[in-house]
């Protein structure tokens, strides 16, 4: 009686393939956790800045509502410059914020996107900055008062929402 021989494959092959799968999995799971950031790291002093100016840009709204006159504007320069001066401390605090390292992947890939809250405070600031002057000079007629007021809003709307999506 003859005993068949079974050919059995060199165990090196096996070993080799279950080590690259092992490498695979092992390479996986410590990337499946990094995530590509696209956009600074949220500030929560960012956040409640903007808040504290908006409200205090709304007081100063709601007092020119009616109209103003020039004559009164002393009483205003304070709310004026407290509003000014903290939508100047926040475009520079945002400004300031480190950005993510550029893109290596997508369309984008090697660019920076400068985050819009330090232009948007930009604008803000010289937009009540304007109103100031114009209530300093000649004061504020109820119906002027709203068209500083839309672009303003529209601004702001834009400050906090992209500052409040950071939070995720």
């Given at each position: 009686?003859?005993?068949?021989?079974?050919?059995?494959?060199?165990?090196?092959?096996?070993?080799?393939?279950?080590?690259?799968?092992?490498?695979?999995?092992?390479?996986?799971?410590?990337?499946?956790?990094?995530?590509?950031?696209?956009?600074?790291?949220?500030?929560?002093?960012?956040?409640?800045?903007?808040?504290?100016?908006?409200?205090?840009?709304?007081?100063?709204?709601?007092?020119?509502?009616?109209?103003?006159?020039?004559?009164?504007?002393?009483?205003?320069?304070?709310?004026?410059?407290?509003?000014?001066?903290?939508?100047?401390?926040?475009?520079?605090?945002?400004?300031?914020?480190?950005a993510p390292p550029?893109?290596s992947f997508g369309?984008?890939?090697?660019?920076?996107?400068?985050?819009?809250?330090?232009?948007?405070?930009?604008?803000?600031?010289?937009?009540?900055?304007?109103?100031?002057?114009?209530?300093?000079?000649?004061?504020?007629?109820?119906?002027?008062?709203?068209g500083f007021r839309?672009?303003?809003?529209?601004?702001?709307?834009?400050?906090?929402?992209?500052?409040?999506?950071?939070?995720?």
């Amino acid at each position: 009686m003859t005993t068949a021989r079974v050919k059995v494959p060199p165990a090196l092959p096996l070993a080799s393939s279950l080590w690259r799968v092992m490498a695979f999995i092992i390479v996986f799971a410590v990337t499946a956790g990094c995530a590509l950031r696209l956009a600074p790291q949220y500030d929560p002093s960012i956040v409640r800045g903007i808040e504290s100016a908006n409200e205090q840009a709304m007081v100063l709204f709601a007092t020119v509502a009616p109209g103003v006159k020039a004559s009164t504007f002393p009483t205003r320069a304070p709310a004026y410059a407290q509003v000014i001066g903290q939508l100047d401390a926040l475009r520079l605090l945002a400004e300031s914020r480190p950005a993510p390292p550029p893109s290596s992947f997508g369309p984008s890939a090697g660019q920076v996107v400068d985050p819009p809250t330090p232009s948007i405070l930009t604008n803000v600031s010289a937009l009540i900055a304007q109103m100031r002057d114009r209530d300093a000079r000649h004061g504020l007629t109820a119906a002027q008062v709203p068209g500083f007021r839309q672009s303003y809003e529209t601004w702001m709307e834009q400050a906090i929402t992209y500052e409040t999506a950071l939070r995720r």
